[in-house]
């Protein structure tokens, strides 16, 4: 095996690029726990940018991307810290891993969209994929997706063909969607 390197669960999970790393793993039949601990510089005092001295810790779950065809869930160990002479309490930032007050991994946001904007999944269904509740799921592609899609300056930049597709998404409760796609960007992808 050429360019081969000892394994690593941070590294196989994509956690390393999130600023986490895994110290403890607990697999159970329906999904998968792993506890990690923030590998970023601890964050300084907002009043006076000051290092502070580790205080307690807090917990924040996170729906990470599936593996084994099971939920992952993260339980990040969030240390926080105090300044004394501020008297401050502030947390260790983890938004290389999510966005504040996000539930899902940015990893787990993206493939959330990803499947939703190319894959044609429904919101149920990446939920289930996820471990999440529906609102979790759609709040998160809702806000990543206006974010990425809408509010970018430069998404229409190099567009040169698009196409309007209407399709019921649910039946029952006759709901449409409608979809502009840049087709010859899809066009490509589809050639690979
Ligand atoms: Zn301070």
């Known amino acids: 095996m050429r360019n081969a390197t000892p394994p690593c669960l941070d590294t196989f999970c994509r956690l390393d690029r999130l600023g986490l790393s895994v110290t403890a793993q607990r697999v159970e039949p329906d999904h998968t726990l792993l506890r990690c601990r923030p590998t970023t510089p601890p964050s300084t005092c907002p009043g006076c940018a000051r290092p502070g001295v580790r205080h307690d810790a807090v917990l924040r779950r996170l729906a990470h991307v599936p593996f084994g065809w099971k939920p992952t869930v993260l339980e990040v160990v969030v ?16 938004t290389a891993a999510a966005p504040s007050r996000g539930k899902l991994s940015r990893d787990a946001v993206m493939l959330a969209v990803k499947s939703i904007v190319v894959d044609r999944m429904s919101i149920a269904r990446v939920a289930a994929n996820l471990g999440v509740a529906w609102n979790t799921a759609s709040d998160a592609i809702l806000a990543t997706g206006t ?18 597709d209407e399709h019921v998404v649910r039946h029952e409760a006759l ?18």
Do not use: F, Q
């Open 79 to 94: 240390p926080r810290y105090r300044c004394w002479p501020c008297r401050r309490i502030w947390r260790h930032s983890i």
């Open 147 to 164: 974010e990425l899609l809408i509010d970018s300056a430069d998404r229409l930049e190099g567009v040169t063909t698009v196409g309007v």
């Open 175 to 192: 709901l449409y969607r409608m979809e502009v796609g840049d087709l010859h960007r899809l066009a490509v992808v589809a050639a690979k």
